[in-house]
């Protein structure tokens, strides 16, 4: 079974960093792009990052473009996002998505909370 | 700023058809945006029904199909049941600056 599982959201202070992690199982990771996409309280949702499947291409939207940053190990198959200068507006759900062969994303992770407040 | 439009809300009824659509702000969307749909219920995550416009993955019920209707990607389902009432959300792909955009979502309720 193809699973995701992330980890790592907790409450941080604004200006704060925090790294996620994704860990994955059931499917050979090496092969697929990974996604970040987020979902702020009672909002939709908004892709934030993706890489590649050797880590060689990563990209953001403008709004985490210089903030946040993707990697991977694909020896341990798990994905992490590094968020630095975090505002409220960073305030969401996470979930780590795997990406299809053709552009796009299949199996979504349960999310993990990341709470910016004072 | 690329802005992803579908209906706030729709209303069907139990057995009835419906369409769900998703327009882009840069014109008209074709198969190079690789639509995507995804289905999200109460507290659970989002699970994605389409990719790339028209495909279905094994979970998806045959009640759900994808399509490019009037310039728009389109959600149709049909022979709607009580367990489909849900906010749906459609993806685009803009390859040239590979982005993905969301659209607000559409709250779709069977009564």
């Known amino acids: 079974e193809v699973q995701m599982v992330e980890s790592g959201g907790v409450l941080v202070q604004p200006g704060g960093s925090l790294r996620l992690s994704c860990a994955t199982s059931g499917f050979t990771f090496s092969a697929f792009w990974m996604n970040w996409v987020r979902q702020a309280p009672g909002k939709g949702l908004e892709w934030v990052a993706n890489i590649n499947e050797d880590g060689s291409e990563k990209y953001f939207p403008d709004s985490v473009r210089g903030r946040f940053t993707i990697s991977r190990d694909n020896a341990k198959s798990s994905v992490s996002l590094e968020m630095n200068s975090l505002t409220a507006e960073d305030t969401a759900v996470y979930y780590c998505?795997?990406?299809?062969?053709?552009?796009?994303?299949?199996?979504w992770g349960q999310g993990t909370t990341v709470t910016v407040s004072s | 700023q690329t802005v992803v439009t579908q209906e706030p809300s729709l209303t069907v009824s139990p057995g009835g058809t419906v369409t769900l659509t998703c327009a882009s702000s840069t014109g008209a969307v074709t198969s190079g945006y690789f639509p995507s749909w995804f289905q999200q219920k109460p507290g659970q995550a989002p699970r994605t029904l389409i990719y790339s416009t028209i495909n279905r993955f094994s979970w998806t019920p045959a009640r759900f199909s994808g399509s490019l209707l009037g310039g728009k990607a389109a959600l149709t389902l049909s022979g709607v049941q009580p367990e489909d009432e849900a906010e749906y959300y459609c993806l685009l792909y803009y390859g040239a600056a590979h982005l993905w955009v969301s659209g607000g979502g559409t709250k779709l309720t069977v009564l």
């Open positions: 998505v795997r990406g299809t062969t053709q552009p796009g994303m299949d199996v």
